[in-house]
C-alpha cells in the first residue's frame, strides 16, 4: 500500500521562501503533484512531475516561484516556494498516482492520483 506524506510547511511574510517535502513510500508511482486548497475553494493542482522523464507542470499562478524536484531515488518530491504572496496561503497537499490517470488527465488534475496526504499548512502574512 502506498502513503505519501507532507512536512515543511509553517507561516512566512510575503517575499519569503519555504520548502514543502513529500515521503514517498510503498509503491512505483507515475506522477506526483502539489495540490492546494484555500478556505473555502476548491482544491488545485500546484505543480506535477512525470517520474519517468522528470518533465514538470505548473499552475499559472506559481510559475516562476515555485519548483518542484524529487530526489534521485525518487522517493521524496519537493515543493520549494519564492517570493510567497499572502494568496498562496492555504493547505498544501502531496498526491501521487500508480496508474495511468497521469497519462489521461495530466498531473495537475485531481482525478489523476490515488494517494494523497494528509496536507500542512502554509500561511502567508503580508
Known amino acids: 500500500q502506498g502513503q505519501v506524506r507532507e512536512s515543511g510547511g509553517g507561516s512566512v511574510k510575503a517575499g519569503e521562501s519555504l520548502r514543502l517535502s513529500c515521503a514517498a513510500s510503498?509503491?512505483?508511482?507515475?506522477?506526483m503533484a502539489w495540490f492546494r486548497q484555500a478556505p473555502g475553494k476548491g482544491r488545485e493542482g500546484v505543480a506535477g512531475?512525470?517520474?519517468?522523464?522528470?518533465?514538470?507542470t505548473y499552475a499559472d499562478s506559481v510559475k516562476g516561484r515555485f519548483t518542484i524536484s524529487k530526489d534521485s531515488a525518487g522517493n521524496t518530491l519537493y515543493l520549494q516556494m519564492n517570493t510567497l504572496k499572502p494568496e498562496d496561503t492555504a493547505v498544501y497537499y502531496c498526491?501521487?498516482?500508480?496508474?495511468?490517470?497521469?497519462?489521461?488527465?495530466?498531473?495537475?488534475?485531481?482525478?489523476?492520483?490515488?494517494?494523497w496526504g494528509q496536507g500542512t499548512q502554509v500561511t502567508v502574512s503580508s
Open positions: 498526491a501521487a498516482s500508480t496508474n495511468i490517470g497521469c497519462t489521461i488527465y495530466g498531473p495537475l488534475s485531481r482525478s489523476a492520483h490515488n494517494f
Open positions: 510503498g509503491n512505483s508511482f507515475k506522477c
Open positions: 512531475i512525470l517520474i519517468g522523464n522528470g518533465s514538470t
